[in-house]
């Protein structure tokens, strides 16, 4: 029996995968062709067959393997919806070669970090205002890890697996901690010699990310110094990690640490996580696809389902499965109607069908330009002025106080619509509610950008740091405008552009909370009151929308109250990660298809798994 050692006890690899669904594929049997002379054996000092639970999938110590056909049935075992990789192993382009159809090399780059008298100056340990690096702690921390796993498109792993692995000299979880409590990093290192006696007294690190949304700059660096820390103190010699070759940014970053690239070389089994690393292309404009379309191409893919890329810069695709084709763009689909359309298109259409339905809006007025406006303005007190029609924040003016203010928030909505809409400035955080197939499948609260002091930048070298941060996190989707509106927030606040902030002060610069100019999502699905789920499902009935992303301003989003400002035929499903938004999506679409099976999954509504 091989050994897999994952949270300090040695348990055979029968023992391990009870409870744990397994899916194997392939032609099984031995991978050395017939009449093919055996390799030699080689004998591996100290423990052999070394295989590393991690939570999202295993690590197969290849040097500890004493023949490739032990490598083989290992991989073969991988859990349904888990990630196995093996590194270190000795020719793995010869394993490759004998099972093609279920192996493939990975078109990643393997680096590493000297540690002790030979590490870099520029690893050092590095400190930013508010943020402690620990070790994960506990069920909490391990839920905050997967979503931040989730929302960076990385396989998810079980609470238990994670919390059992961080009390393990094995392991060393590390979380980042911001002042606000909130979890916005997290790294896995492992050391080899706790694992296996490694004789060259290494270690590796996996998973470092962070939270795009939340995290200050400097963050990934931080968690990375802190583990090389960490490791040192043990006496290790080097610590090695993976990157994708087309990972530009993060390459630049290691090698300016002082990484240096070795030849080593990962092996992967096919699988539907795996699938773009090595389906030989894909389907011809899926580069251009903007996040929202590309994370229903994925999902589409994942099944099985055939993807043509009819138009990239509009985001529309051709999903085929069987005899059933469905044209979407983004989360519009054939299923959703001109008229369900033409309701969330108009403002006012769509006020005038909640309200019939008995929820609740906001009181407003379309703009006449008279002395109707300024008797409503007078009436109700501070206002939103919007253009009924449009997205993306565009010609929208908030807090509109005054005469004059009313007028030149009129002209500018004017500017990208004829018709205007006047409401009432409603006070509270602004939510967003997916609801696919009249179910509530995510929720999250939306807040403007804003940046964080470090005592050093001034506000505009701050917002085009925080700019370049959420362009990078977004794939170009959201970027924080320098223009009269965010000089206006500035100056309100009491800072001039020039200003620099405080070390730790925060200061907002947008009134409005739209992703594409900067604001960040915060996912708040298991906090949502059932009060506002079941509002959000009548919203839909009345609209009679199969997909559709209501805007409310609620207090909280666990207290009952609320007010709908809006729904949008066309939510972004990429802004909801950990939540299932591409699997319902395309359960929609394709009811007879299955979603890859997850290892982790969020609570849903009101705190349900």
């Known amino acids: ?60 110590f290849g040097q500890t393997f004493h023949e490739q056909i032990a490598v083989a049935q290992v991989l073969r075992s991988e859990a349904a919806g888990a990630r196995d990789i093996c590194i270190y192993l000795r020719d793995p382009h010869v394993l490759v070669s004998r099972l093609p159809d279920e192996l493939f090399i990975d078109p990643s780059l393997t680096y590493r970090l000297p540690l002790g008298e030979r590490r870099p100056e520029a690893t050092e340990r590095m400190e930013i205002p508010g943020l402690v690096v620990r070790p994960l702690r506990d069920a909490d921390d391990a839920d905050a890890v997967n979503r931040i796993y989730a929302r ?58 962070v939270d795009f949304n939340t995290a200050p ?5 931080a968690l990375l110094t802190e583990l090389a820390d960490r490791l040192d103190v043990r006496g290790r010699a080097f610590v090695d990690l993976s990157v994708l070759a087309e990972n530009s940014g993060a390459i630049r970053l290691y090698e300016r640490l002082g990484f240096h690239r070795t030849g080593t070389l990962c092996v992967k089994r096919k699988n539907p996580i795996n699938e773009r690393l090595f ?20 999902e589409a893919m994942r099944r099985g389902i055939r993807v043509e890329v009819t138009d990239a810069h509009w985001g529309e695709l051709r999903l085929t499965n069987g005899g059933r084709t469905i044209v979407t763009r983004e989360s519009l689909s054939e299923l ?65 106080r005054t005469a004059e203010a009313l007028a030149t ?9 004829p018709d205007v809409l006047v409401e009432e400035l409603r006070a509270g955080e602004d939510l967003r509610v997916i609801v696919i197939d009249h179910e509530v499948v995510a929720a999250a609260v939306r807040r403007p950008a804003q940046i964080t002091g470090d005592g050093v930048h001034d506000v505009t070298e701050l917002i085009e740091r925080q700019s370049r941060r959420r362009a990078a996190a977004t794939g170009g989707e959201s970027r924080i405008p320098i223009d009269e509106m965010t ?38 699905t298991a906090e949502l009151h059932p009060a506002i789920a079941t509002a959000c499902v009548a919203a839909s009935r009345a609209l009679d929308i199969p997909v559709t992303g ?36 395309v359960d929609l679409l394709f009811p007879g298809t299955r979603a890859p099976q997850r290892l982790w999954s969020p609570a849903g509504p009101g705190g349900v798994a």
């Open 1 to 60: 029996m091989n050994e897999t050692l994952a949270t300090g006890t040695a348990r055979t690899d029968r023992e391990r995968v009870l409870g744990r669904r397994r899916e194997r594929i392939g032609p099984g049997g031995d991978p050395v062709a017939p009449g093919a002379a055996p390799e030699p054996r080689r004998e591996p000092a100290g423990p052999s067959d070394v295989v590393l639970d991690c939570g999202w999938g295993r690590l197969v």
């Open 152 to 209: 960076n498109g990385m396989v998810t792993a079980p609470v238990e697996v994670l919390v059992d692995n961080a009390g393990t000299d094995r392991f060393l979880h590390l979380v980042a901690e911001a002042s606000t409590g909130e979890v916005v990093g997290t790294i896995t290192g492992v050391d080899h010699v706790a694992v296996f006696g490694d004789r060259e007294n290494g270690a590796s690190l996996w998973c470092l990310t």
């Open 217 to 221: 700059p400097g963050t990934g660096q």
């Open 279 to 298: 389906l030989p292309a894909t389907p011809a404009g899926y580069d251009e696809l903007n996040p929202y379309a590309r994370i229903v191409a994925d």
């Open 336 to 400: 959703t109607s001109a008229v369900a359309m033409s309701r969330c298109d108009d403002k006012r259409v769509t006020r005038r069908i909640l309200t019939e339905a008995g929820l609740s809006v906001p009181r407003g007025r379309t703009a006449t330009g008279d002395a109707d406006d300024l008797a409503f303005l007078t009436d109700v007190g501070p206002v939103v002025v919007k253009p009924a029609r449009g997205e993306q924040g565009n010609g929208i003016t908030v807090g509109v």
């Open 409 to 417: 928030a009129v002209e500018l909505a004017r500017r990208f619509c």
């Open 487 to 524: 000089r206006e927030v500035v100056a309100e606040a009491g800072h001039r552009m020039h200003d620099v902030l405080p070390e730790g002060q925060v200061l907002a610069v947008r009134r409005t909370a739209n992703l594409h100019t900067g604001g960040t999502i915060h996912d708040v």
């Open 550 to 585: 209501l805007d409310l301003l609620v207090p909280a989003p666990d207290q009952p109250e609320h007010v709908f400002i809006e729904a949008n035929e066309r939510p972004g499903l990429a802004n909801h990660e950990p939540q299932p938004t591409a699997e319902r999506f």
